[in-house]
């Protein structure tokens, strides 16, 4: 399974029956320094189109530099393994893997979970010899999590000891006992070694709600983990998850990634309307998420703001398109919907630039003047592309 990856890679898999699973990806990436480059190696990942950004959310969507990706600046040439949870429905899944530069695999393994609500890892993993990086993430996706149970070794050397740090969604779990290694929870010390407690298992309360949650763990030197287990919680839901090829809701926009609700106001709004038009729609909402005081600053929140896009509201025409845009199982549909999903996935990638500073559009029911008058007073109207005429407003 080892790949050098210069470019993007599709791996793809089957599940079996609707269920957790846990995909194991190890790779690793050498620093600028060590190419005698100007850049870094680095690589993320997507399943089945999710793509991983930074926790919490900031203006501008981090890819590659978050815990759910391999870095090269941090990893300088060691590997990383990441763990990602998720319930998939039966069939085909494929993962992504996107290099910047170039990056090493190491190993794919896809693992259908059983026992959930006793989920325990046995990792038995000894990491390589380097100094403070990146070792093990895992990645929960719209999953909770209540505890995390890990159980570490770390050896004393009177030169350099073996240290791990534990940070779970950004915040570095303390070690309270210890002066010299408060932000390490774990490290060796002649103590220790006399007392034969190099290997020390502890729990951490965590109670994280539904959602994309990263468990770091970082090593200095060459320490252990032995195992790792979560709870997460009450009972996982197996609900059908939408993708691109499966689009329908499941009853709640909130279980939509990003890229999902972008898609469907794009193709709610303008799937009839030139690929200009639609990349608008799309930039439009970027550009609220943007605007700092004004509106929610994630996409979700933009978009299910209340009395916002008519296209979401029950009662309009468009709405049976929205909630399930294949519904009517034409081939242009399908053709609109994939346009509208890629310019979806691309604008928040930043792989297509956006082209507009809209902050508002509306169709050819509203009129110009109507518009200008009563909805954006303090704004301009930028121009008409197709049917949806666009404007930008402070507010």
Same mark, same amino acid.
């Given at each position: 399974?080892?790949?050098?990856?210069?470019?993007?890679?599709?791996?793809?898999?089957?599940?079996?029956?609707?269920?957790?699973? =846990?995909?194991?990806?190890?790779?690793?990436?050498?620093?600028?320094?060590?190419?005698?480059?100007?850049?870094?190696?680095?690589?993320?990942?997507?399943?089945?189109?999710?793509?991983?950004?930074?926790?919490?959310?900031?203006?501008?969507?981090?890819?590659?530099?978050?815990?759910?990706?391999?870095?090269?600046?941090?990893?300088?040439?060691?590997?990383?393994?990441?763990?990602?949870?998720?319930?998939?429905?039966?069939?085909?899944?494929?993962?992504?893997?996107?290099? @910047?530069?170039?990056?090493?695999?190491?190993?794919?393994?896809?693992?259908?979970?059983? *026992?959930?609500?006793?989920?325990?890892?046995?990792?038995?993993?000894?990491?390589? *010899?380097?100094?403070?990086?990146?070792?093990?993430?895992?990645?929960?996706?719209?999953?909770?999590?209540?505890?995390?149970?890990?159980?570490?070794?770390?050896?004393?050397?009177?030169?350099?000891?073996? *240290?791990?740090?534990?940070? %779970?969604?950004?915040?570095?779990?303390?070690?309270?006992?210890?002066?010299?290694?408060?932000?390490?929870?774990? =490290?060796g010390s002649l103590v220790k070694k006399l007392l034969k407690k190099e290997t020390k298992e502890h729990t951490f309360e965590a109670n994280?709600? @539904?959602?994309?949650?990263?468990? $770091?763990?970082?090593?200095?030197?060459?320490?252990?983990?032995?195992?790792?287990?979560?709870?997460?919680?009450?009972?996982? $839901?197996?609900?059908? %998850?939408?993708?691109?090829?499966?689009?329908?809701?499941?009853?709640?926009?909130?279980?939509?990634?990003?890229?999902?609700?972008?898609?469907?106001?794009?193709?709610?709004?303008?799937?009839?309307?030139?690929?200009?038009?639609?990349?608008?729609? &799309?930039?439009?909402?970027?550009?609220? /998420? $943007?605007?700092?005081?004004?509106?929610?600053?994630?996409?979700? $929140?933009?978009?299910?703001?209340?009395?916002?896009?008519?296209?979401?509201?029950?009662?309009?025409?468009?709405?049976?398109?929205?909630?399930?845009?294949?519904?009517?199982?034409?081939?242009?549909?399908?053709?609109?919907? @994939?346009?509208?999903?890629?310019? &979806?996935?691309?604008?928040?990638?930043?792989?297509?630039?956006?082209?507009?500073?809209?902050?508002?559009?509306?169709?050819?029911?509203?009129?110009?003047?109507?518009?200008?008058?009563? %909805? /954006?007073?303090?704004?301009?109207?930028?121009?008409?592309?197709? *049917? %949806?005429?666009?404007?930008?407003?402070?507010?």
């Amino acid at each position: 399974m080892k790949r050098k990856i210069t470019q993007q890679y599709n791996h793809s898999f089957e599940v079996f029956k609707p269920g957790l699973v =846990a995909t194991f990806i190890s790779a690793r990436c050498r620093s600028r320094k060590q190419l005698n480059s100007n850049k870094d190696e680095d690589l993320r990942v997507e399943i089945n189109g999710l793509q991983f950004r930074e926790i919490p959310p900031e203006k501008r969507t981090q890819l590659f530099n978050i815990p759910a990706s391999w870095n090269g600046s941090k990893l300088r040439g060691l590997k990383k393994t990441i763990v990602f949870l998720t319930v998939l429905n039966k069939g085909e899944h494929i993962i992504s893997l996107v290099s @910047q530069d170039s990056a090493f695999m190491e190993d794919i393994k896809v693992e259908e979970l059983v *026992d959930i609500q006793d989920l325990k890892f046995n990792l038995e993993e000894q990491a390589e *010899d380097g100094d403070r990086r990146p070792w093990y993430t895992f990645v929960l996706i719209d999953l909770r999590l209540k505890t995390i149970t890990a159980k570490v070794t770390t050896k004393y050397r009177w030169w350099d000891s073996d *240290d791990v740090k534990i940070i %779970i969604d950004g915040k570095v779990q303390k070690n309270k006992l210890s002066l010299f290694h408060r932000y390490w929870f774990w =490290a060796g010390s002649l103590v220790k070694k006399l007392l034969k407690k190099e290997t020390k298992e502890h729990t951490f309360e965590a109670n994280l709600d @539904q959602g994309i949650h990263y468990i $770091e763990f970082w090593a200095d030197k060459t320490p252990a983990l032995h195992r790792v287990g979560l709870d997460l919680g009450k009972k996982v $839901e197996f609900k059908h %998850i939408p993708t691109v090829d499966d689009p329908k809701w499941t009853g709640n926009f909130w279980d939509d990634t990003e890229e999902m609700l972008l898609a469907r106001l794009i193709y709610g709004e303008a799937r009839n309307q030139p690929e200009e038009a639609k990349i608008w729609v &799309a930039g439009a909402v970027i550009n609220r /998420v $943007e605007t700092d005081k004004v509106w929610p600053n994630t996409i979700k $929140e933009v978009i299910l703001e209340p009395k916002q896009y008519d296209v979401f509201k029950p009662e309009d025409s468009n709405y049976p398109y929205v909630i399930d845009p294949l519904k009517d199982n034409k081939e242009t549909d399908k053709i609109a919907w @994939q346009e509208c999903y890629k310019i &979806a996935k691309d604008i928040i990638s930043g792989k297509l630039e956006n082209p507009t500073e809209a902050t508002h559009f509306h169709g050819i029911g509203i009129s110009k003047d109507w518009f200008l008058k009563n %909805i /954006v007073p303090q704004g301009k109207f930028l121009r008409k592309i197709g *049917d %949806i005429y666009f404007y930008w407003s402070p507010n």
